[in-house]
């Protein structure tokens, strides 16, 4: 929003309001992007126990400390998508293309370990049914996970969340102009 011009800036946020079409509802607790968030989150720890039980296997370390990896990669994944989640509820349109690239390498991982459990369970590898059930779950989790972005629920927040903006800049605009 390059635009200091307050009828432009009004028009704006009219346009917004247009897009929500009612001004107060789950649209503006960001239900979508939180329940992307929470079901991407989990996605991607499904096959986190896999990956770390490789990478500890090629290094050789013991196995006492697996859970560490999984926490830690946990933990990196959560620090990433914190500020994402923030600046996307303020209006932030690169935060919002960081968010969708990152919820696209989720759906990487996740079917990636998808395709290796199924490949090894059809051809006699040593896959549990756990190991099966969850890699199915984790790639209904990232789906549903993409979907609520493409919902009308999160166009509405994402106008809402604009709008919101616009209202920031133009509140910034007239302090600055009383302060004068």
């Known amino acids: 929003m390059s635009t200091d011009d307050a009828d432009e800036l009004e028009q704006l946020k009219d346009n917004m309001k247009d897009l929500m079409v009612s001004p107060i509802g789950w649209h503006t607790m960001g239900i979508p992007l939180l329940i992307s968030f929470v079901l991407s989150l989990l ?11 490789t990478v500890f296997s090629l290094m050789a370390w013991p196995d006492k400390a ?6 830690v990669t946990g ?31 989720t759906l990487a991982v996740v079917a990636i370990y998808f395709l290796k459990t199924l490949i090894s369970a059809l051809f006699g590898g040593s ?8 890699s199915c779950i984790g790639m209904v989790f990232v789906l549903v996970a993409l979907s609520c972005l493409n ?28 302060s004068k």
């Open 151 to 178: 919902s009308h629920l999160f166009f509405k927040s994402n106008a809402f969340y604009l709008h919101n903006r616009v209202w920031r800049k133009q509140l910034k605009l007239r302090n600055k102009t009383h």
């Open 43 to 53: 996605a991607f720890t499904v096959p986190q126990t896999s990956i770390w039980e």
């Open 127 to 134: 896959v549990t049914t756990f190991t099966l059930i969850s």
């Open 75 to 105: 933990f990196i994944y959560c620090l990433v998508m914190f500020p994402s989640l923030t600046l996307i509820a303020r209006g932030n349109h690169t935060a919002l293309k960081t968010y969708i690239n990152l919820i696209y390498f």
């Open 66 to 71: 697996l859970s560490g990896g999984v926490i």
